[in-house]
């Protein structure tokens, strides 16, 4: 693993000698960016002891509440640890002045191991597996998500932003709209722009499903923890350009009942010593090590779909006829299913895990990919045989599309104790039960309308 010098920001303060501050942060289990604005004396020190958060930033739920059951709060009295910087992510913020700058960083115990709660930890444990037997995994991130008006509905409800060109606001669903790009144009080219000051690979972008809908594809990197790190800056961009628009952009899964939901889709190939692709072949069916990926990514679905979906809003994807996987599957090319092997030339063989919500953690879901890969080769597990057709009308083992029922496979998954660590399986189901607990204690308004004048 690479780390991060002083001369980093050396280098940055000669290209960018107007900066006088830097928002120095890190993603919770949400992905909430929690951290601080530091002066540059300050954030020298990160470079050296570094900044002190206390651990309990790793058992907030998503309202910022710290879920005590995790021992991570009064138990250890809010202890604090040291953050260090991430390699690649001092970058200027162009939506900002040009005094602030941005670096992201990763919590360690004050001796200096890994903290067992950063999600950044829980994927190198995995990548560990992988480089000492001298294969590298080579992923790339694709992520959708909404621009939405800052005025809501009368009823409190996201809505589409009126259109830049035409000034309408659009309800209808168009796939791959080249009108909508126009119309969207000079939005995505300053999240383009921004991108590329950040050192951001965001390769393509396209219309999706929705009224100001899109994906973004990043670019395939031999560097999985640097992957994971710029997709979530990428979405810092989006959200940040998009405010400096006039709107909103968000990565809810489903804010709308009747339109398309957005995931976060993620693909991978594994690499030898020799820099071969493992993959590679001309008949899918005839690879052993493909197969046997495909056998532990199957089989570990159901458990880890606590990690893809970690919020109630996070099931409203899963609907039948809707390019969101209903069971534990996998085909050549089919996009219903949850693990799809794209079109490619035989020396790009790659993966496809189409399971994730874009709520979810991309170290996380990185993570558990690849560590069902890992597991499928290491243990010579064979798949089921691929599905064809309509998706939805294939049979095969259901995917828990409830939100309890999710946490509680999760929590006793054996795989995730072992690919993950015990300790990171408890916190992390802890967290989310804990959400689960106070969601489910709330009255909504639909449930009165619907119920107390009938009952």
Known sequence: MINSTPQELAHFLVKYPKTRFIDVFLNDLNTVERGKRLDLASAAAVYGPGMLLPGSMFALDVLGGTVQATGLGFDEGDADRPCRPLPYSLVPVPWLNDDVAQLQVSMYEPDGRPFFADPRHVLVKVLDRFHRLNLTPVIALEYEFYFIDRERTAQGMPQPPPLPLTGRREYRTQINSMTDLNEFSAVLAQIDAVCRQQNIPATTALAEYGPGQFEVNLAHQADALRACDEALRFKRVVRSVARAQGWDATFLPKPYRDMAGSGLHVH???????????????????????????????????????????????????????????????????????????????KNRRIEHRLAGADANPYLVAAWMLAGIYHGISHSLTPPPPISGNAYEMQGPALPTHWATAIEKFSASEFGGVYLGKPFQNLYSTVKQSELNEFNSYVTPLEIEWYMGAI
């Open 268 to 346: 991978a190939s594994i690499l030898d010593a020799a820099g071969r692709n493992i993959f590679e072949c001309d008949d899918n069916l005839q690879n052993l090590e493909l197969r046997h990926a495909l056998g532990g990514l199957v089989a570990t679905l159901s458990e880890g779909m606590a990690l893809c979906a970690p919020g109630p809003n996070s099931f409203r994807r899963f609907q039948s006829q809707s390019y969101v996987p209903m069971i534990a599957s996998w085909s050549v090319n089919n996009r219903g299913s949850a693990i799809r092997i794209p079109v490619s030339d035989a």
